[in-house]
């Protein structure tokens, strides 16, 4: 079992903070699949912008999100104590820092994986976060700035002697960005390094990819990220796999199609009808990218404009995709 802190987690398998996505409706979906621990989508540290309805929809949690985990990122260490005594003043049973965002607009604040060129500043920030709450922190970080300047190790070590709970790490440099094999030798280096649970992320799309990585990484758990776009489930297939060696049978169109329904019924009440209609936009493609001939359904729910014409289409969807699962249309 995974412990950070007090809290144990049922399962191996967790999700990956990514700004633009795991908004609440989102990491909802992906708790009832079996997610073990979601995390906000990144906040930065400074305090003028907590007020903004940005913040505060990033902010927003279920009261049964259990542990609610907020991810901070920035580049001075007050600024980035005092926004983790804030956020735990606010309920948040973690603290996560953000040192992995490739981000330009990002980066060119200094924050995000660009911390990774300064390990002096990287040990002020992290000894600066963990004296300020009492609520445990961890780091989600990559294995350096470029291939030529990998220090994920020398990170790591800072983090642990620093007090911080956990680590998630992203096998790719910020130079790498999400291109490029993902290295798992690096991670595997990592573990060794430190006594502290660590999450592998990076390429993680199936329960066999899962269990790879942790087989040969040594890691404690997987965290998913960008494979879980549009395939929420694939936390309950990692779970099952890994718990007892059979696959279990992919979710079906019927399956596929309600939960995109759901999804993008809750993304219209948490924004607002102008703002869902165009977050939805990018979630059901995520949700059709796998069926054949999707091409042209996508192009159509992109043009649409009222939440009635896009849950008018969705059912158009699910009744083509119910047709395919039993049989009558060829997929």
Known sequence: MIRIGRFTLPGRAVLAPMAGVTDLPFRRLCREFGASLTTSEMVISNSELRSSRKTQLR??????????VVQIAGAEPEAMAEAARYNASLGADIIDINMGCPAKKVCKREAGSALLRDPVLVRQILEAVVNAVEVPVTL???TGWSPEHRNGCEIARIAEDCGIQSLAVHGRTRACRYHGAVEYDTIAAIKQQVSLPVFANGDITSPSAAKAVLDYTGADGVMVGRGAQGQPWLFREINHFLATGEA?????LTERWQTMLRHVQHLHTFYGEAQGVKIARK?????????????QGRRLFN???SAGEQIDAIHRFGEEWQQIDTGEIAA
């Open 303 to 305: 043009g649409l404009t």
């Open 59 to 68: 902010l927003a949690h279920d009261a049964g999100e259990t542990p609610r």
């Open 283 to 295: 979630h059901v493609s995520w949700y059709g990218q796998s069926i054949n001939g999707f091409e």
């Open 140 to 142: 989600k970080f990559r």
């Open 248 to 252: 279990l049978p992919g979710a079906t």
